[in-house]
């Protein structure tokens, strides 16, 4: 990921320090309406992605995989077999490119660092009191902390979304500097819990505050709460990042998580991140998918390309 | 780079013959004097099929046919058994959907995109609305026992063939009337297919006719002394000789005519959702839509922002092949329309407004118009007045809801307005206001069977769709 | 003691909520009195009257309009004697009042019959509601004088149009007291207008002008002049009522028909989302 070093307009670097301006400023962006987003997302999901088309896109997708484990039960030795399988998601075929990055807790940080050291496959850690983001502040921040020691390039923080959805913006806003302060030179992913903001409304606010408060990624979920990411979630959040761009000239990458298991879902959100942004934001840098067990579908799909066969699970490791 | 591969839709589900006779009373027939026309494929200009002509003789025949089915048959047959023949063909028509979106799209030049999830799952649906209709006349609001009115003349334009067929045939139908239709000549093919469909579901001979030709067939059968009811969509100019022509006669008429829409664009509106609105409104089945968002009128103070993102937006359309499945505008329908297209859109240059459109490769053979956009409009140009019927946008701006009323209604038609605003009460303050059939707040293009469907002033008189569409079919 | 001489009235056109002569300055005798004789100049201004008072009349209230009805009843009640002077009988007066007062109470109850919710299949708020067509003109049946012009004039007016009336040519007395009847009870100027003369003359500017929204043929008794007005209405394509028939039962329930010819029916979309 290379982060643009534009810095926003004086007038949108100004607006964190003060409540009032920010609220202002959020709530004058745009109303979403739920169903034209919908159908829009709708739409684009109809898309006919065959062939020559479809082997691209399903090699794009593997590259922007955030290969992730975020269970309680998770060892050492599970985490290490994920970072393999990062590696060499398909190990009959040396074609198949390697993933994003692998997204664990910070405690299995070391090991997966371990296994990815040199490999250009990034390590990404939730941390932030992840996922909850319930913790005091000082917390969340040595817990972001402490995995950028251990070896994370990238940080998954989750937003105050009671600070969010209470209105108080700054709050949030002031959170989100701090954590990207303690990143250092990682970079920072803001998951927005979409699930739990209720409107797209919300979910353009969300976007820009986070990008205003200098996140290199907006993400959707900590695939914790029931609703994950969606298609028309993610629509409006690649409409706010485009608008940001237009408007400060940063550009900020997005994360949907959570809820993507198939080629096809993958798929519609390459078209729709091509529709709605171009091709600048086709690429691991800037778009990225948490998920688990989408790899293995991407694989399967792949094969079939390739062979012409379907092959099935079993053809495939489960780690 | 991300380039989606060719998706065509199969041509193999389409049975296509050489060459189509006319239906009269349940039998394709050949005409009296022989005489024919080809259709053919917008797309390509390749000949798809030999279409019979009808001619004063074969209107008589269909008529006549109509006549005896209305009097034996289909008048006296109880409601619950003409919605049963309705109801079987809401299911044929399903269960050979894709075949009909395939035929559609080859005939018209739609993307099948549309043909296959707009127009068909409406045709189905607009029968099955009507079906349930028949047995329930006594509660629609026209009297306890109201009465069809006999044979209807229907004459359906190219735009969206099979769906205004559905239209026109599913309330005639439910009402107990019996039908003699024209489909257009250029489009004339699902029509034949729902003959087909037609036999296939057993309807008694003569209930359905289907007549194919151009003017002069349309003229003979809205004129012919034995038809009772004449029901017209297409353009106010042959609406006008229609009504001119049934003036003295007891004939029932109904006209769907042409439309010269506003899409009104508020400084607070949904922005995303708007731009998608009117892409939609304008550039859905390649702007050949009477309802057409075709004037865009945006708040000055975000006339900017709005043409930047509209002008983003439609470099993403796909212009090409309608079998394919990831075409968004397909062919314009005949070299006459793209003429009067072209020669509208010269003339919008000519009087100073500033043409657009993407960058955008046209296939070399067939029929193709490049999404356009003029800005710099005024209500005196023609392009703002007239008709385009093909995918061309002209943009006007306004200051205040006043404004924007007053130019929204500064011409003869009245079929249809948008309103795009996050302010509620603005919404129905300005849709009290506009002088328009339809108005679609924060929203564009939605059809209906439930939802009545119609023009204020020179866009026509009655409506189809809904408990309203039955009124045109029953003696009230 | 010599008999007190009368004050006699003069029989003049109703427009824009006055009563002018016609700017022709002709009249015709006609049951025994001069009675203005309308121009195709008196007609295009009627239709100006009446296009002006569109507005307010089609933006008041139903319940407003119907007050206003009901209050017009009240005084065309109150005339009964000045209307069986001019030869309308009794009877005919009590259900040409009986006739206004349904009418009055349909003005706010029609949108709810004629409207309503369509359940469309998708996640929309839709609704369908008549709006008055605008300007209608109408030529009244020449008899019964009364109770046919009362029976054509409610119907148009009562949900927000307003008419140029052609009065009845031969009994046109009738006409021009009810617009006393009118003017002094609340109506706006401009909504109802009333032409007395020839017909041949005033229904052909009105049946081919531009700015007038509908035509009511019922009074044409001369099939070719009927077909001649509908042929000139298709200009604009102005919704019309056919001529009635001969033997048409004036006291029978007259039905919704001649309101919902003269409305337009418009559906509002709205998608329902958070």
């Known amino acids: 990921m290379t982060a643009t070093t534009t810095s926003a307009r004086p007038e949108l670097s100004e607006l964190g320090r003060s409540e009032t301006a920010l609220r202002t400023f959020l709530h004058g962006l745009p109303g979403v309406d739920q169903v034209g987003a919908e159908q829009r997302a709708a739409q684009l999901g109809t898309r006919s992605i065959k062939t020559t088309a479809k082997a691209q896109a399903i090699d794009l997708a593997i590259r922007m995989v955030d290969l992730t484990t975020l269970e309680g039960a998770d060892t050492p030795g599970k985490v290490r077999a994920l970072a393999a399988k990062a590696l060499r998601p398909d190990p009959a075929d040396p074609s198949c490119p390697h993933v994003g990055a692998v997204c664990v807790y910070p405690a299995m940080v070391p090991y997966v660092a371990e296994v990815l050291a040199g490999s250009g496959v990034h390590l990404a850690s939730v941390a932030t009191a992840f996922p909850s983001g319930q913790a005091p502040l000082e917390i969340k921040l040595a817990d972001t902390r402490a995995a950028v020691a251990a070896g994370a390039d990238e940080i998954d923080m989750v937003i105050n979304r009671g600070a969010f959805l209470a209105g108080r913006y700054k709050e949030v806003y002031d959170e989100i500097v701090a954590t990207k302060e303690a990143c250092g030179d990682a970079h920072l992913k803001v998951i927005l819990e979409t699930g739990e903001l209720a409107t797209y409304d919300n979910v353009r606010r969300a976007s820009w505050l986070a990008m205003l408060a200098g996140g290199d990624f907006i993400k959707t979920s900590t695939g914790k709460v029931p609703v994950a990411a969606t298609l028309p979630v993610t629509l409006v959040m690649l409409e706010a990042v485009r608008d940001f761009r237009a408007a400060t000239g940063r550009q900020v990458g997005v994360k949907p998580a959570g809820g993507i298991k198939t080629t096809k879902d993958a798929i519609k959100y390459l078209v729709m991140v091509n529709e709605t942004v171009g091709t600048d934001w086709l690429d691991p840098d800037w778009f990225r998918f948490g998920a688990s067990s989408l790899l293995n579908d991407l694989l399967m799909q792949r094969t079939k390309l390739t062979t012409g066969t379907y092959a099935g699970p079993d053809y495939f490791t489960l780690d | 780079m991300f380039e989606y591969a060719p998706a065509p839709e199969s041509r193999s589900v389409v049975d296509l013959k050489p060459s189509y006779g006319l239906f009269i009373d349940g039998k394709f027939v050949d005409p009296t004097d022989g005489g024919s026309f080809k259709s053919i494929n917008p797309a390509s200009e390749e000949v798809l099929a030999e279409i019979a002509e009808a001619g004063a003789e074969d209107v008589e025949r269909a008529v006549r046919a109509a006549r005896k089915a209305y009097d034996k048959v289909w008048g006296p047959m109880p409601g619950r058994d003409r919605a049963k023949y309705l109801f079987r063909i809401a299911r044929l028509i399903q269960e050979r959907s894709r075949e009909l979106a395939v035929l559609e799209s080859l005939d018209n030049g739609k993307p099948i995109r549309e043909s296959r999830d707009v127009d068909l799952p409406l045709v189905a649906a607009h029968f099955f609305y009507y079906a349930g209709w028949a047995d329930k006349l006594g509660h629609a609001g026209f ?101 001119r022509s049934v003036a003295g006669t007891r004939k029932k008429l109904t006209l ?109 053979r067939g029929f193709w118009f490049a999404p356009t956009i003029f800005t710099g409009v005024t209500q005196a140009h023609r392009i703002a007045r007239e008709e385009i019927f093909g995918p061309v946008l002209s943009v006007l701006t306004f200051r205040t809801p006043a404004e924007a009323v007053e130019k929204a209604n500064n011409t003869p038609y009245g079929l249809s307005a948008g309103i795009w605003t996050d302010k509620g009460s603005r919404i129905l303050w300005m849709a009290d206001r506009l002088r328009a059939g339809v108005v679609w707040a924060n929203t564009f293009n939605k059809f209906d069977p439930t939802s009545p469907f119609g023009g204020y002033k020179e866009s026509g008189y009655g409506r189809e769709g809904g408990r309203h569409g039955l009124e045109g079919y029953l003696n009230v | ?103 009055a109470g349909w003005a706010d109850k029609l949108a709810q019959v004629y409207g309503g919710a369509n359940p469309v299949a998708g996640p929309y708020f839709n609704i ?20 046919g012009l009362v029976s054509v004039i409610a119907p148009a007016i009562v949900t927000g149009n307003t008419v140029v009336v052609a009065a009845s040519p031969s009994e046109p007395l009738a006409a021009v007291t009810l617009a006393e009847v009118l003017a002094t009870s609340d109506l706006p100027g401009g909504v109802v207008n009333i032409l007395t003369g020839a017909i041949t003359e005033t229904a052909p500017t009105l049946a081919s002008h531009m700015d007038v929204n509908a035509i009511d043929l019922t009074g044409v008794t001369d099939a070719s002049l009927a077909s001649e007005l509908e042929v000139k209405a298709a200009e604009n394509l102005k919704r019309v009522l056919r001529p009635a028939p001969a033997d048409h039962d004036w006291s029978a329930d007259p039905g919704l028909t001649r309101m919902t010819t003269l409305l337009e029916t418009k559906t509002v979309w709205h998608p329902k989302g958070v």
């Open chain 2, 256 to 364: 769907e005519l042409g439309g010269k829409a506003a899409n009104i664009v508020f400084d607070d509106a949904p922005i995303d959702q708007a731009v998608e609105g009117i892409v939609n409104g304008i550039f859905f089945n390649q702007g050949h839509v009477c309802c057409a968002g075709s004037r865009l009128l945006v708040q000055e103070n975000v006339a900017d922002r709005v043409l930047e993102s509209l002008k983003r937006r439609m470099a993403q359309l796909r212009v090409g092949d309608p079998l394919d499945k990831n075409t968004d505008v397909g062919a314009i329908n005949s070299a006459a329309q793209l003429e009067r297209i072209r020669e509208l859109s010269d003339a919008g240059s000519a009087e100073g407004a500033e043409r657009w459109s993407p960058p955008c490769e046209l296939p070399d």
């Open chain 3, 128 to 147: 369908s509601a008549p709006e008055p067509t605008g300007v209608v003109a109408v030529v009244a049946p020449e008899r019964p004088a009364l109770l």
């Open chain 2, 143 to 243: 009297g306890s026992n109201p009465q069809p009115i006999g044979v209807a003349a229907q004459v359906i334009p190219w735009n969206f063939p099979l769906l205004m067929l559905a239209w026109k045939i599913a309330p005639a139908l439910a009402a107990g009337n019996t039908v003699v239709l024209k489909p257009a000549e250029t489009t004339p093919l699902t029509a034949l297919l729902f003959a087909e469909i037609c036999q296939q579901a057993e309807l008694p001979a003569g209930v359905v006719n289907i007549v194919t030709g151009a003017g002069d067939t349309g003229r003979a059968l809205v004129e012919h002394p034995g038809v009772d009811k004449v029901a017209f969509t297409g353009s106010t100019e042959v609406g006008r000789a229609i009504a």
């Open chain 3, 1 to 103: 003691m010599s008999e007190r001489v009368a004050v006699r009235k003069t029989y003049k056109l109703f427009i824009g909520g006055k009563f002018p002569r016609s700017e022709s300055g002709r009249s015709y005798l006609v049951q025994s009195s001069n009675v203005s004789l309308a121009s195709r100049k008196d007609a295009r201004d009627a239709v100006v009257a009446a296009r002006a008072a569109v507005k307010g009349w089609a933006g008041a209230t139903a319940y407003n309009r119907g007050q206003i009805l009901y209050r017009a009843a009240e005084m065309l009640e109150g005339r009964r004697e000045q209307f069986v002077a001019l030869g309308i009988p009794g009877d005919e007066v009590d259900a040409a009042v009986d006739r206004w007062v349904w009418y």
